[in-house]
Structure formats: C-alpha cells, structure tokens
Nanobody, 128 residues
Framework: QVQLVESGGGSVQAGGSLRLSCAAS????????MGWFRQAPGKEREEVAA????????YYADSVKGRFTISQDNAKNTLYLQMNSLKPEDTAMYYC?????????????????????WGQGTQVTVSS
C-alpha cells in the first residue's frame, strides 16, 4: 500500500521560509512524477509544483515561480518543496501527490485526477 506522509508545515511571517517533505513508501513501480498541490479554504485544489522522477522536468505555478523549489531524494524516497519569500496568499493545506501516468507531461500543469496517490496534507499559514 502506497503511503505519502507530509511534514514541515507551520506558521511563519511573510517573507519567511519553510521546507515541506513528503516521505513515500510502498512503491513497486516507477512513480514517473510527483507533485505538490495546495488548497485554501473555499478554493479548489491547485497544482503548485511537479517533478519528473526520472530527472529534469519540473513545473511551477506562475504564483510560486522564483520562490518555491521542488526537489527529490530518490535514495530516501522523499520529495521536498522549499518555499521562500512566503506570502499570506500562500496560506493553504499543502498536499503531496504521486503516481501520474507516463503519457502526461510533468513540465505542464497537471490535474488532481492525474495523480493516483495523495498524502494527508500539511498546513502552511503565512501571516502579514
């Protein structure tokens, strides 16, 4: 059974930084891509960043480009999201997602339905 466990969320002031981690277990096959989504109260879940697990391709939402960095440590089966220069509008529950099909392009925006596995989420709150 695949499990994704996020950690690293918290409360910070605007301009601060956080690093989210997503520990993955239970994988038998290539994950192909993994990503981070976020959902603020009353809003739809949106993709923040994604990475092709074979190396190279990444995607960032326009709202986080230049501030967030997605990375992975395949040896540890862990996905990261370094978030710098945080803004109040980054406040949301952040979710790790994994296992998108090989015909999607992880360098382009992906949908919630493109991912097969999800973590439970970690809350990020940014105060002004």
């Amino acid at each position: 059974q695949v499990q994704l466990v996020e950690s690293g969320g918290g409360s910070v002031q605007a301009g601060g930084s956080l690093r989210l981690s997503c520990a993955a277990s239970g994988y038998r096959y290539s994950r192909y891509c993994m990503g981070w989504f976020r959902q603020a109260p009353g809003k739809e879940r949106e993709e923040v960043a994604a990475i092709y697990t074979g190396g190279g391709s990444t995607y960032y939402a326009d709202s986080v480009k230049g501030r967030f960095t997605i990375s992975q440590d395949n040896a540890k089966n862990t996905l990261y999201l370094q978030m710098n220069s945080l803004k109040p509008e980054d406040t949301a529950m952040y979710y790790c997602a994994a296992d998108c099909p090989p015909w999607v392009d992880p360098s382009q925006v992906l949908r919630v339905a493109d991912f097969g596995y999800w973590g439970q989420g970690t809350q990020v709150t940014v105060s002004s």
